[in-house]
């Protein structure tokens, strides 16, 4: 079982800067075990989060360049990409300048975008949902071309382009690893069946779990695909430091269900000492479930 670190709210405490302390945060996590950091794909805070769009947020492929360059090993990716934040094509490239000059770390996490009001406020088109689900699917399929020997062009319903050049192609082969974010059963789980590498899924204990890894059984079978193909991630709210055992517990259960990752925040007054912390801790603790 891997751990893996989300940082989703960048009022750290005492007025600390940002870029200094995201960097010792994310040096903490690299140093100390974890497999993977994640940032949003937010331009403002969301909405339940302290202060909502009045708090600081990053462009988060922007902070993942910065992460980059301060760190050795982790993979870096956002939990997830809003389909309706680039252009498809654009989106590729970026994906693969993270992995080029990360020495292939990169992942694409991705989903169908839900915050409206940002889009509205800085004058980004939001369509439907539905419509949103169908410019996911393309954007997948085109980013998988990209990232293929294919460079011919690519026509779908709401996106063509004449050609599909992506030249340096990523470092990561066969390409940066394509995780879908999101538990809806009709569709999400789905694409993740199609064309993703990996899922993550909300914390909603082992019953909730176990179902939704039923259904993404059902639609892999359907497409004939071996759902081990599939990495099953779990991203939680909880602080697993208030209550390690009990975290612990939780983790061995999604283990048996065939979750091998993780997603924790850095709670608390000093981030960089909960990740220290939680290094520690739990990254030992986690990787004794695979023996």
Known sequence: MELALHVSDFRFPGDQAIAPTLSAVARAADDGGFAAITLMDHWFQMEPAGNGATDPMLEGYTGL????????????????????????????KTVTTL????????????????????????????PPVAERFERLEETLQICRQMWSDDDGP???????LAETLCVPQPVRRPHPRILIGGSGEKKTLRLVAQYADACNLFDTGADGIRHKLEVLERHCADVGRDPAE???TVITGEDPLADVDAFLRKA?????????????????????????????ELVPRLREMDR
């Open 65 to 92: 360049g910065f992460l980059a360059g301060q760190t050795r090993r982790v993979e870096l990716g956002l939990l997830v990409t809003g389909v309706t934040y680039r252009h498809p094509g654009l989106l590729a």
């Open 99 to 126: 992995d080029v000059l990360s020495g292939g770390r990169a992942m694409l996490g991705i989903g169908a975008a839900w915050y409206e009001r940002e889009h509205r406020a800085l004058g980004v088109p939001f």
């Open 154 to 160: 690519y026509t779908g319903k709401h996106y063509q």
């Open 230 to 232: 599939i990495q099953k």
């Open 252 to 280: 061995e259960e999604y283990d048996a269900l065939g979750i091998s990752r993780i997603w924790i925040g850095a709670h608390g007054e000093d981030p960089v000492a909960y990740t220290t912390r939680a290094a520690l």
